[in-house]
Each structure stands twice: as structure tokens, then as C-alpha cells.
Antibody, heavy 119, light 111 residues
């Protein structure tokens, strides 16, 4: 069955970077885009961008240009989201989600990774 | 950017009664291929979001048939025919026609 398993909780200081991983299994990794979405405490969902596991191509929401990097390692079917220059506003649960290209919708989600930014 | 506006933002419902959530987009969600990439997600407390409905009205496998989606162009609706306790959570519309944009979410609670 399709699974997206994310790395564990992170606590970071302001100004640091964080790298969250998303291990995919149960399907052909290179056949589906991986998107990253975040959710601040008590807030809604915010789309951050995607990585194409087939060729490494990326597309970031305008807000995150210059401080997010999305990559993948096809040998271990894992996608990564790297966010730099963290501030307290980046405290959130970060989700990876697979997009089904025939519907352009999120059909499977990871369990989420809590990133807390605090001095 | 396309703005997605949901209403209401809070929805108290009596068990067994129907519920309806509206989602409006700032521009038409009909893509050049003729499809409309408007979807609905459910997020139960403490859980990851889960897709309920894709492309306006197609229900995901395992989703009870009390959930239905409808609409076209810029106006869309998610309906629950008879609310059950397990339906408590936040419902989001999300469009994939012009990039990706989420609605603010509608919190459904039992009255």
C-alpha cells in the first residue's frame, strides 16, 4: 500500500535550517510529484511547493522563493524539504503529500513533522 | 493568485442532520482540458488531511456516500446528508487548476 513516512519532530533556534524527509513506498516513486504543505498551530493549510521525483524539477510558492529547497533521492525513494533562516513564524506541522497527476489532487499524505522554532 | 473562500468557517450540526459547506474561487476553475480541479479534504482532530472528493464530485474509495460534491466554474459545495460523530473536523476545499490554493477551512462540530 502507498505510504509516506516523514522524519520526526524538530526543535530549532531562530536563524537555523531544518531538513524534513518523506520516505515513499508502495508505488513507483518517480511517477508522482511530491508536494509540501505546512500548517501553523490552529491554522489552515499553506502550500509550499513541489518536487518532481523523476527529474528533480521544482516549483515553489512565491512566498518561499529563496529560502526553501526541495530535493529527492531516487535510490532511497525519499523527498526532502529544506527551510532556512527559520523564525518563530515557521513553527508548524510540515506535511508531504503525493499528487495524482490525473486529478492534480493530494491522494496520499505523510503523517506530518512538527517543527518548533524557539530560542 | 486564485483566492478560495469557504463559508461558513464554523458549522455546528446536530447528529443526523445535513450539513453544507460552500467554496468560491476568485476565478473559474475550469482548466484548458475541460476538467475542473476542485477537491475537498477532511482533517480530523490530530490527523493528517485526507482526500474525500476530487474533481468536484468524485468520491474517494472508502468515503461514505453521505458525502457529495457539486458545483461548477467558481461555486462549489460539499454536502453531508446526515452528519455522524466521526465527521467532526475541518474541511478544506483546494484548487489545482491555477497552481495550488486552499480554502481557509470549515470547522464542523456536533451541536
Amino acid at each position: 500500500q502507498v505510504q509516506l513516512v516523514q522524519s520526526g519532530t524538530e526543535v530549532k533556534k531562530p536563524g537555523a535550517s531544518v531538513k524534513v524527509s518523506c520516505k515513499a513506498s508502495g508505488y513507483t516513486f518517480t511517477g508522482y510529484y511530491i508536494h509540501w504543505i505546512r500548517q501553523a498551530p490552529g491554522q489552515g493549510l499553506e502550500w509550499m511547493g513541489w518536487v518532481n521525483p523523476n527529474n528533480g524539477g521544482t516549483n515553489y510558492a512565491q512566498k518561499f522563493h529563496g529560502w526553501v529547497t526541495m530535493t529527492r533521492d531516487t535510490s532511497i525513494t525519499t523527498a526532502y524539504m529544506d527551510l532556512s533562516r527559520l523564525t518563530s513564524d515557521d513553527t508548524a506541522v510540515y506535511y508531504c503529500a503525493r499528487v495524482d497527476s490525473s486529478t492534480w489532487s493530494f491522494d496520499y499524505w505523510g503523517q506530518g513533522t512538527l517543527v518548533t522554532v524557539s530560542s | 493568485d486564485v483566492v478560495m473562500t469557504q463559508s461558513p468557517l464554523s458549522l455546528p450540526v446536530t447528529l443526523g442532520q445535513p450539513a453544507s459547506i460552500s467554496c468560491r474561487s476568485s476565478q473559474s476553475l475550469v482548466f484548458s482540458d475541460g476538467d475542473t480541479y476542485l477537491h475537498w479534504l477532511q482533517q480530523r482532530p490530530g490527523q493528517s488531511p485526507r482526500r474525500l472528493i476530487y474533481k468536484v464530485s468524485k468520491r474517494d474509495s472508502g468515503v461514505p456516500d453521505r458525502f457529495s460534491g457539486s458545483g461548477s466554474g467558481t461555486d462549489f459545495t460539499l454536502k453531508i446528508s446526515r452528519v455522524e460523530a466521526e465527521d467532526v473536523g475541518v474541511y478544506y476545499c483546494v484548487q489545482g487548476t491555477h497552481g495550488i490554493t486552499f480554502g481557509q477551512g470549515t470547522r464542523l462540530e456536533i451541536k
